[in-house]
């Protein structure tokens, strides 16, 4: 999708070919932010539907005043070329999401920006000047609930038993607290016997010993039957498998935001979620609990809790508050309301 050259206004780069976090962030917003204000996005593995313009006419648009809104170092350097070299007169706009110590290098890239936006508060620390503060959204009419019985039928749908079942997305490495869901899933099982568990992502090539390791793990301990790993899902089944689901397990040891437990609670399904990324700003105790990064005691215990409440007012909890504070419009129209404060 093409805006008129003339008439853009704000330009987000995706300088990274693999999909990520970030480049499903510009995914989900720009064609959203377009609606109010002329906005496209520039670089690779963007689909159709995105409002684009090609790398190579960047240094050739008419000069005026616009947004360059920066996700990752190259590209807050390629916005300072733009501006110095090729005179493009930019309002230079940066967003982070990480949550550690800024190199010297990305510390000066950050003091020459315009603006900076945080993920989270916790993101924010990090960051060694003024900022605003917008958390992410998700798309609500993407990820919904669904009744116990059209659960039952999903459930046949996709291959599983009509169990409890307790669910952990995302790619499988050490970082993303695979092996403590795992645990905790095993912990579980061993008093539980209608407890099933869905790991769903991939295993990167340097990341399959520790998947293997997974594995044997869980036949170590007669579990194979119990442990679903799914073929890789495409993003606009995802939420199929969030509804399926009892409960939402986030063992991440590190995160820089996490949109994964806004998704389950979106489709109405209670979280259990380790204390990184933006998860206690995020999850409603009304809907979830939080425990210590790297513990399966404590996992375990919250689990069980949520297994054991009432499913009904937790699924509920969960949808409400997630329509109530992370919707990707209002996401959509914080950023807008900081695009026209720099173009102003």
């Known amino acids: ?32 932010q377009s609606k109010s204000i ?106 919904t609930p669904i009744d116990t019985e059209s659960r039952s039928a999903l459930r046949h749908k996709l291959n599983l038993p009509d169990a409890k079942i307790i669910g952990c997305f995302g790619r499988i490495r050490a970082q993303k607290g695979t092996d403590l869901f795992i645990d905790a899933f095993i912990q579980m099982a061993k008093t539980d016997a209608d407890l099933v ?4 992502g991939r295993a990167l090539p340097k990341d399959q010993e520790f998947l293997a390791g997974l594995k044997t793990k869980i036949a170590q301990n007669n579990l194979s039957d119990r442990v679903v790993f799914p073929d890789e899902v495409p993003v606009d089944q995802i939420a199929d498998w969030y509804r399926v689901l009892d409960l939402y397990v986030a063992p991440q040891r590190w995160e820089g935001f996490g949109l994964t437990p806004l998704e389950a609670m979106a489709c109405g399904v209670p979280v259990v979620a380790t204390d990184v990324g933006a998860f206690s700003e995020i999850i409603s105790t009304k809907a979830g609990e939080i425990v210590p990064i790297g513990e399966v005691a404590p996992m375990v215990r919250a689990a069980q809790r949520l297994l054991s409440a009432d499913q009904s007012g937790l699924s509920e909890a969960a949808r409400a508050h997630v329509e109530a504070q992370f919707s990707l419009e209002r996401e959509a129209n914080a950023l807008i309301d900081i695009y026209h404060r720099l173009l102003a």
Request: glycine share 6%.
């Open 38 to 143: 002329p906005i496209v996005a520039t670089g690779a593995g963007l689909p159709a539907h995105v409002p684009y313009i090609p790398v190579w006419r960047l240094p050739f648009l008419k000069r005026k005043r616009r947004v360059w809104h920066a996700r990752r170092n190259t590209e807050m350097l390629v916005g300072l070329v733009l501006k110095h070299i090729f005179r493009q007169p930019l309002k230079l706009l940066f967003t982070s999401a990480s949550q550690r110590k800024h190199s010297g290098y990305t510390k000066w890239l950050i003091g020459q920006m315009d603006g900076i936006v945080a993920t989270s508060a916790k993101t924010a620390t990090y960051l060694e000047r003024p900022c605003d503060v917008i958390l992410h959204g998700i798309d609500l009419t993407d990820f």
């Open 1 to 32: 999708m093409k805006q008129r050259l003339s008439d853009i206004l704000v330009i987000a780069p995706n300088f990274k070919r693999r999909l990520s976090g970030v480049t499903a962030t510009i995914v989900r917003l720009v064609p959203v």
């Open 197 to 200: 568990a869905v790991v769903l």
